[in-house]
């Protein structure tokens, strides 16, 4: 059963209404748009063209419509505080994204370049280096959380062809990432990292993110 497109969105073309809508089911489900290639670029630029519609779409859920400045992406962003639509990442995903996010961090400011890609070895040896009294992740727990962050469309994964050799694997951090627990400099992440570096932590085992 289709159902009658929204009276206030009347004057959007006929033709491009089924892509709006599948945009807007990729911003909700996913959290981001990426526009790199084939149908994705198609969407991304329609989204661009219609991007103060869709805005004011999501305004009342209180979600922020934000686009990058350096690569075809549209992310979806929680207003912290007024957004019910959020999602809780458990302590072992937390502490994987803070990773990411230091690494992010530290290779955005030594170089120019718009990726940031490092293998599923080097993730896990600075898992290990940043927080070194707690229990790393074992290969089917990392890959299912990379599986969920690219689910979420923080990271790009490329898995290894070898079965074997799972830490080859190559992630990209997308910029995504940053903005899902922003920090406005490394002393405050290292404020929230310290909550997890000792042993029987009280931290709590979840932190907010976007869902």
């Known amino acids: 059963m289709s159902l009658p497109w929204p009276s206030f969105w009347q004057h959007l ?13 990729e ?8 526009g790199d ?24 859920l209180n ?8 690569r075809p992406l549209l992310q979806v962003r929680p207003v912290p505080g007024e957004c019910g639509l959020m999602a809780r990442f458990n302590k072992a995903e937390t502490l994987l994204v803070l990773t990411l996010w230091r ?8 170089t120019v370049s718009e990726t940031v890609v490092l293998s599923a070895n080097d993730l896990w040896q600075r898992l290990r280096l940043y927080f070194e009294h707690v229990t790393p992740p074992t290969e089917a727990q990392l890959r299912d959380m990379l599986n969920r962050l690219r689910n979420r469309r923080l990271v790009r994964v490329l898995w290894s062809e070898d079965p074997t050799r799972f830490g080859d694997s190559q992630i990209e951090i997308l910029p995504t990432l940053p903005r899902v627990i922003p920090f ?28």
Not at 27 to 34: E, F, R, T, Y
Not at 37 to 60: F, N, T, V
């Open 27 to 34: 911003l909700l489900a996913h959290g981001a748009l990426l």
């Open 63 to 70: 979600l922020e419509l934000v686009a990058d400045p350096d």
């Open 184 to 211: 406005e400099s490394p002393t405050a992440w290292e404020q929230q990292a310290a909550l997890y570096r000792q042993p029987g932590s009280a931290a709590d085992d979840s932190t907010e993110g976007q869902g």
């Open 103 to 110: 690494h992010y961090h530290d290779v955005r400011l030594e």
């Open 13 to 25: 073309p006929v033709e491009d209404r089924p892509a709006i809508s599948e945009i807007l089911t």
């Open 37 to 60: 290639a084939g149908r994705d670029r198609e969407l991304y630029l329609l989204a661009r063209e219609h991007q103060r519609d869709l805005s004011e779409y999501l305004a009342p």
